[in-house]
Structures are given as C-alpha cells and as structure tokens.
C-alpha cells in the first residue's frame, strides 16, 4: 500500500431500516429499499455506485431478512456489513439513533447515502467535508440550504424559500470524529428525540466551525414517497414490461435474475418446480426465503420476436416438451382439485375484488350489451365440464413476456409454484387460456394505457388497443386447438375466467377494466 492510499480509504453508510411509510402498499410486504426501479430495487443503483472494494456498512431493521438475504444473492463478493436497529420506528428511534448505532465501524472517513436516494454521473471520495445537493424547487417537501462561494450554509427545514439546493440526503463526511461526537452530545441531550436527522448533525458542526463543501449533482432521483417514486420509474425505465405487485417482485441484472417473493412457502415451490422442469427453465443457482436466483438466459423476449409461423413451432414445442401427460393423481382427486380452482377460488376472488372496491354485483350495460349480474352467469357455468381435465405437466403462467427465444430453443421464465396446490400435475387448457389471455391483453399494451374504462352508473365502456401482429397469432393459436381437436370454447371461458381472477390483484384503473371484461367476455360465452 502506497502512503496516500490510507487518506484515500473510507466506507459508505447505507441507511435502510425505516419502514417507508410514506410509500403506502408498496412497503406493506417488503423494504422500501427493495422497491423496482426499471430492472433492480433502489439499493442496487446506491451499491452499484460505488467501487467493488468499498466497504459498505448497511443499517437494518424493517425487514430486515429480505434486505440481508437480497444482499448475499446479488452481491456475494461485496464486502457489506449489517448492523441491526432494534428501534426502528416508535418511541426511541431515529434517524440519529440508526447512525449512531453503527459508529464502531464507521471510524474512519465515510460517505452517508440515504437508501431512497438514486444519483447519477457520481464520483465517490472524501477528501474534504461535503454536501451534496441539487438544484430544484421542491423546497415545500425537501430540506434545503444556501451557500456562500462553495460553502455551505445552514441546512433548513421543508418550506424554505430560495434556497440555493435541495438537501438530497448525500454527505462525504472527512472530519468522522467530530460528527460522532457531535452525534453523541445531541443525542444525549435527548435520547428520545424522534427529529434527531443527519442534517442537524451536520448543522450542528458547522456552527461548531467545520466547514462542508457544496457537492451539486446533475441528476438526482428520490424514491421516498409515491409521487418522486413515479418520476424516478418514468426516467429509469423497464425495457421488459412487468406488472407490479406488492408482494412480489423481478430484478434483472447482467448475468442473473433475482425474484422476490413476501410468501416463503412460494419460493420453496418454485425451487422445487424448477427441478420437476429440469431444462425447460433456467437453472436456479441460490434461494434463500424469500428470494431465488437463476441464470439470465440470453435471447429474444418472446413477447418482441412472436410471429404466427414462429408460434405455430412454439406450440408443437410445448405440447412435446411440457404438455406431457402424466397420472400422479387420482381421477377424483384432480378433478376436486380443478373444480375448486377453477370454481371456488373465482367466487372468493371476485368477492375480494368488489369488497376491495366497496361495489355490488349487479346488472350492468358493457359496450352497449346487456350483461346480469355476475352471480348469475356463473351459475351457467358447467364447471363439471370445465373441471374433466386429464392431468400434464405444466406452466402455470404460460404468457409470451414468460417465454424467451434463443438461436435454437425455447426457456420458460415466472413457472408457476402449483396448479391448485399440486406440484406435478395441472391442466393444460390453463396454460392454454393463459397464452390466449396474453394475446388479447398484452403487457405492453397495458404499460402504455391503452385500454378503456369507462363508468357511468350501470353502464360500461370497456376496450383494448390490439397489436396486429398479436391479432394474427391467435388465429394462428385458434387454428393449432382445432388442428389438434383441443376445445377452443374451454379456452376461451378459463380465458374470461382469468381475467376475473385477476383483477383484485392490480391496482385501479386496470383492476375494473379487467373485472368488467372478463364479465362481458364471460357472458358472450354462456349465454
């Protein structure tokens, strides 16, 4: 080691222990930490920023697991420290509190970075005091300060006026044993202080003399509440559509993929599952509870690249490949199984959407039709019929933005954990109504907005852009079931089905859009 190399050294101080309040349902099952932005969570981006020897010592405390267990399978070769905050919200805690509680491996130079806080063209070092700020008018909902040549002044409260900077929660901290004490003498003075932030610190040392620079950023990214969330996800894009749920997640890096998922007893499925499809998906490389990761599987999101011919071998793929029929069940069994996903788990689904919505089944008029009640037209479904199925391996999400094209094959992404609890066996018409599903409402087109709903007392608007291509390969899809005497109308009511099943699962104004068409397309087909 040369002799400036230890002036150079510092570690970086990643505050992730808050519960996100201000983000609502998105912090309901995970960190806020954790929450997508284009392909990876918020905490990749501030990891990622800084060199792969830095040292990065990493505060915890809601959920505190996930962030841990996020961590070790996407950067296993990162030197990361975890210290846990045992007050995290509540009496006793703060801001003050969290840093305080890691100082014994701060004790040397460190930059603080805020865990909701995404910059860019960012060069790390401490090598004086700083500050870094941006130059913005939200001073109503930010902390901001002035400065004077470079240097800066008091930091102030949300609602300044003309402030030179906004205060973006970025500090390179040259003089540690000043701030530790300085953290110390305040947080004595108060243990329970709830306020006690890291811009009173920094106040707190500058009117002791110690002078921070300005560090001014050109571009800055807020992820701490819903609104600067959306800004930061219309500016940090996604090139492959995802719909988002709050309780579980895709993170797509370079060489790998990480899923998330808030229920445990899924990841432990779909790692078994992944082995039952053994070489039609990618290989799971770690798991940990709530989190798998598995190979990126270089290729042509099948969503992009689908054509009517292309999609006509797809399915010969699939049917000698995947839909192979086996008898791990009983007859009974499995057709127990089918009624009760197909019949019961509708009629709770639908329950949780109109109690979600505070809405009563009732006549409506969708697109100018007549449609009952939805109690109604599912009392002429023969779910009998519907639920006589013969028993295949299966996918389970079999969705074309699920499917990836290389040179020479095909690999299936998001497998579903069970059909119906079942590991080994589902029905093949799901898969089939899945795809039929995706040819009619596609991510993209969803992404974009470009479908209607429209409501005015009873009556409905409801409709959806069409990709042409999309048009021509379910013809094609509707020529292959009749090619194969596979029965198109089973397809198209478990199609109306999915759509009901899923509309309690996605937000307003998607939610209704896909609860009065599965109703309208039901309808069309049992009466």
């Known amino acids: 080691m040369n002799k400036d190399a230890g002036k150079k050294r510092y570690k970086v101080l990643l505050l992730a222990a808050g519960a996100g309040l201000r983000l609502g349902e998105l912090t309901k099952y995970t960190n806020k930490s954790l929450i997508r932005i284009g392909k990876k969570p918020v905490i990749s981006y501030i990891i990622e920023s800084y060199p792969k020897e830095t040292e ?55 930059i603080y970075h805020a865990c909701d806080t995404i910059v860019n063209s960012f060069t790390p070092k401490v090598e004086s005091n700083w500050i870094g700020g941006f130059r913005g008018e939200n001073s109503s909902i930010y902390a901001s300060f002035d400065v004077i ?32 004490d300085k953290l110390e003498e305040m947080y004595q003075q108060n243990p329970n202080d709830q306020s006690l932030n890291d811009y009173q610190i920094l106040n707190g040392m500058t009117r002791d003399g110690i002078p921070f620079e300005a560090k001014e950023l050109e571009a800055w990214f807020d992820t701490g509440n819903i609104e600067s969330l959306n800004h930061a996800r219309k500016n940090i894009r996604d090139s492959i559509p995802n719909l988002d749920k709050v309780d579980e997640s895709i993170f797509i890096f370079d060489d790998f993929v990480i899923k998330f998922f808030y229920d445990q007893k899924l990841v432990r499925q779909r790692v078994e599952r992944a082995k039952i499809l053994k070489g039609l998906v990618p290989t799971i ?5 709530n989190f798998y990761r598995y190979k990126f599987i270089p290729g042509d999101l099948y969503s992009r690249v689908v054509n009517p011919s292309d999609l006509h071998n797809f399915l010969l793929w699939s ?45 409506n008029t969708i697109n100018g039709e007549e449609v009952p009640a939805l109690v109604e037209i599912l009392k002429k479904v023969d779910f009998d019929w519907l639920s006589g199925a013969e028993q295949y391996n299966f996918h389970g999400d079999f969705i074309l933005d699920n499917i990836i094209k290389t040179k020479d094959r095909y690999y299936l992404l998001d497998w579903r954990q069970n059909f119906g609890g079942l590991l080994e066996s589902g029905d093949m018409y799901y898969d089939l109504a899945k795809l039929n599903h995706n040819l009619t409402v596609s991510h993209d087109i969803i992404h974009k907005n470009l479908y209607t709903i429209k409501i005015v007392n009873h ?69």
């Open 56 to 110: 990065i010592v990493v505060t915890v405390g809601y959920f505190a697991s996930q962030v841990k267990e996020f961590i070790s399978l996407a950067y296993p070769d990162r030197k990361i420290t975890f210290v846990d905050i045992d007050k995290y919200q509540g009496e006793g805690s703060s801001i003050g509190y969290s840093i305080l509680k890691a100082k014994k491996h701060l004790q040397c130079p460190f």
């Open 149 to 180: 040549g470079n240097r800066v002044g008091e930091i102030k409260d949300k609602g300044a006026i003309n402030s030179d900077f906004l205060y973006i929660g970025l500090l390179g901290i040259k003089d540690y044993k000043a701030f530790w």
């Open 285 to 289: 490389e770690s798991s940990t509870k």
């Open 319 to 363: 049917k000698q490949n995947l839909w192979k029929k086996n008898k791990k069940y009983t007859t009974k069994k499995f057709k127990e199984v089918c009624y009760d996903f197909y019949k019961t788990k509708t009629l709770q689904r639908v329950k949780k959407f109109l109690d979600k919505k505070g809405m009563r089944d009732t006549l």
């Open 459 to 527: 009556n409905i608007e409801c409709d959806i852009m069409r990709n042409e291509n999309f048009v021509a390969c379910q013809q094609e899809f509707q020529n292959f079931l009749i090619e194969n005497s596979y029965d198109l109308r089973k397809v198209k009511i478990l199609t109306a089905l999915i759509w009901l099943n899923m509309s309690p699962l996605h937000q307003h104004p998607l939610d209704l859009f896909l609860f009065y068409f599965g109703k309208l397309n039901l309808w069309r087909m049992v009466k």
